[in-house]
Protein backbone atom coordinates (compact mmCIF):
# COMPACT_ATOMS: atom_id res chain seq x y z
CA UNK A 1 0.00 0.00 0.00
CA UNK A 2 1.26 3.51 -0.89
CA UNK A 3 0.13 6.32 1.36
CA UNK A 4 -1.35 9.37 -0.26
CA UNK A 5 -1.57 12.30 2.29
CA UNK A 6 -4.29 14.88 1.14
CA UNK A 7 -4.29 18.30 2.45
CA UNK A 8 -6.44 21.66 1.74
CA UNK A 9 -10.16 20.81 2.08
CA UNK A 10 -12.20 23.04 3.94
CA UNK A 11 -15.62 25.05 4.03
CA UNK A 12 -15.68 28.38 2.22
CA UNK A 13 -18.29 30.44 0.64
CA UNK A 14 -19.27 30.15 -2.83
CA UNK A 15 -16.89 32.21 -5.23
CA UNK A 16 -14.49 31.27 -3.17
CA UNK A 17 -10.99 29.57 -3.82
CA UNK A 18 -9.51 26.58 -2.30
CA UNK A 19 -6.39 24.70 -3.33
CA UNK A 20 -5.61 20.87 -2.69
CA UNK A 21 -2.37 19.00 -2.82
CA UNK A 22 -1.86 15.48 -2.60
CA UNK A 23 1.52 13.64 -2.11
CA UNK A 24 3.56 10.48 -1.50
CA UNK A 25 6.53 9.78 -0.01
CA UNK A 26 9.27 8.90 -2.65
CA UNK A 27 8.70 5.71 -4.50
CA UNK A 28 11.00 3.40 -6.72
CA UNK A 29 8.20 3.48 -9.09
CA UNK A 30 7.48 6.20 -11.71
CA UNK A 31 4.35 7.90 -11.41
CA UNK A 32 1.83 7.79 -14.40
CA UNK A 33 -1.40 9.66 -14.30
CA UNK A 34 -2.73 11.49 -11.47
CA UNK A 35 -6.12 12.49 -10.86
CA UNK A 36 -8.88 14.27 -8.29
CA UNK A 37 -12.25 12.40 -8.07
CA UNK A 38 -15.13 13.61 -5.88
CA UNK A 39 -18.24 12.17 -4.55
CA UNK A 40 -21.10 14.29 -3.41
CA UNK A 41 -23.26 12.68 -0.48
CA UNK A 42 -26.22 9.77 -2.59
CA UNK A 43 -23.91 9.84 -5.50
CA UNK A 44 -21.01 8.29 -7.26
CA UNK A 45 -17.91 9.01 -7.14
CA UNK A 46 -16.65 11.20 -10.58
CA UNK A 47 -13.87 12.46 -12.03
CA UNK A 48 -12.94 16.14 -11.66
CA UNK A 49 -9.80 16.12 -13.46
CA UNK A 50 -6.25 14.06 -14.55
CA UNK A 51 -2.98 15.21 -15.36
CA UNK A 52 -0.28 12.56 -17.10
CA UNK A 53 3.50 12.33 -16.56
CA UNK A 54 3.75 14.41 -19.79
CA UNK A 55 1.63 17.23 -18.22
CA UNK A 56 -2.00 16.65 -20.48
CA UNK A 57 -4.75 17.28 -18.76
CA UNK A 58 -7.97 16.62 -18.92
CA UNK A 59 -11.42 17.93 -17.12
CA UNK A 60 -15.13 17.44 -16.43
CA UNK A 61 -16.97 19.61 -17.93
CA UNK A 62 -18.74 21.23 -14.70
CA UNK A 63 -15.00 22.26 -13.63
CA UNK A 64 -13.23 23.59 -17.02
CA UNK A 65 -12.61 27.26 -16.58
CA UNK A 66 -12.92 27.14 -12.52
CA UNK A 67 -10.36 24.20 -11.78
CA UNK A 68 -6.48 23.76 -12.64
CA UNK A 69 -5.10 20.20 -12.03
CA UNK A 70 -0.89 20.37 -11.89
CA UNK A 71 1.90 18.26 -10.72
CA UNK A 72 5.62 18.63 -9.49
CA UNK A 73 7.27 15.29 -10.02
CA UNK A 74 10.42 15.93 -7.66
CA UNK A 75 8.08 16.21 -4.57
CA UNK A 76 5.45 13.35 -5.85
CA UNK A 77 2.97 16.18 -5.82
CA UNK A 78 0.09 16.32 -7.42
CA UNK A 79 -2.59 20.16 -7.02
CA UNK A 80 -5.81 20.73 -7.85
CA UNK A 81 -6.80 24.66 -7.55
CA UNK A 82 -10.24 25.63 -7.28
CA UNK A 83 -11.85 28.66 -8.29
CA UNK A 84 -15.78 30.31 -8.49
CA UNK A 85 -16.62 27.61 -6.13
CA UNK A 86 -20.47 26.60 -6.30
CA UNK A 87 -22.51 24.55 -3.56
CA UNK A 88 -22.54 21.60 -6.07
CA UNK A 89 -18.75 20.99 -5.71
CA UNK A 90 -19.15 20.30 -2.09
CA UNK A 91 -17.95 16.82 -2.08
CA UNK A 92 -15.06 14.75 -0.13
CA UNK A 93 -12.04 15.08 -2.77
CA UNK A 94 -9.85 12.12 -3.16
CA UNK A 95 -6.90 11.77 -4.85
CA UNK A 96 -5.34 8.37 -7.49
CA UNK A 97 -1.99 8.00 -8.61
CA UNK A 98 -1.01 5.16 -10.92
CA UNK A 99 2.40 3.52 -9.73
CA UNK A 100 4.24 1.67 -12.52
CA UNK A 101 4.76 -1.59 -10.69
CA UNK A 102 6.60 -3.50 -13.19
CA UNK A 103 6.88 -2.89 -17.10
CA UNK A 104 3.17 -4.33 -17.75
CA UNK A 105 1.69 -3.92 -14.33
CA UNK A 106 0.22 -0.26 -13.14
CA UNK A 107 -1.83 -0.18 -9.68
CA UNK A 108 -4.06 2.71 -8.76
CA UNK A 109 -3.90 3.82 -5.49
CA UNK A 110 -6.08 6.95 -3.08
CA UNK A 111 -5.76 9.25 -1.06
CA UNK A 112 -8.69 9.33 2.40
CA UNK A 113 -10.75 12.12 0.97
CA UNK A 114 -10.69 15.33 1.97
CA UNK A 115 -13.91 17.00 2.67
CA UNK A 116 -14.88 20.06 0.35
CA UNK A 117 -17.89 22.41 1.50
CA UNK A 118 -19.29 25.44 -0.50
CA UNK A 119 -21.77 27.58 1.18
CA UNK A 120 -24.06 29.85 -0.69
Known amino acids: QVPLVESGGGSVQAGGSLRLSCTTS????????MGWYRQAPGKQRELVAV???????NYADSVKGRFTISRDNAKNTVYLEMNSLKPEDTAIYYC??????????????WGQGTQVTVSS
Open 26 to 33: KSPFSIND
Open 96 to 109: TMAFQISPSVQHNY
Open 51 to 57: ISSGGST
